[in-house]
């Protein structure tokens, strides 16, 4: 069993930053890539960000391209998401996943191809 738990999330002030990370425990995988997602009340999950087991390959949604910078410290089993310029919109629910497979394909963007997922942080962006 995989366990993923979210941290980091909060109210902050429309420009402000906050640093998101996600523990991974339990079943440990050689290696594995590391992803966020977010849903907003009312709407579907969407993707953010995905990296590679290197670190060398990152992937962000559009909308948070420049803002959004997804890293990972293997040696802690903790991926993160740092948020910059954070507007009303990024508002959601933020969702970490893993999936038993160093690489990431532009198919990852999908939500079905993540295997485990932790239980989410929420962030609000006042305005």
């Known amino acids: 069993q995989v366990q993923l738990v979210e941290s980091g999330g909060g109210l902050v002030q429309a420009g402000g930053s906050l640093r998101l990370s996600c523990a991974v425990s339990?079943?440990?995988?050689?290696?594995?890539?590391g992803g966020w997602f977010r849903q907003a009340p009312g709407k579907e999950r969407e993707f953010v960000a995905a990296?590679?087991?290197?670190?060398?390959?990152?992937y962000y949604a559009d909308s948070v391209k420049g803002r959004f910078t997804i890293s990972r410290d293997n040696a802690k089993n903790t991926v993160y998401l740092q948020m910059n310029s954070l507007k009303p919109e990024d508002t959601a629910d933020y969702y970490c996943s893993v999936d038993p497979q160093p690489g990431i394909t532009t198919m990852m963007r999908a939500s079905s191809e993540w295997h485990y997922w932790g239980q989410g942080t929420q962030v609000t962006v006042s305005s």
């Open positions: 339990g079943r440990t995988f050689s290696r594995y890539a």
């Open positions: 990296i590679s087991w290197s670190g060398g390959t990152t």
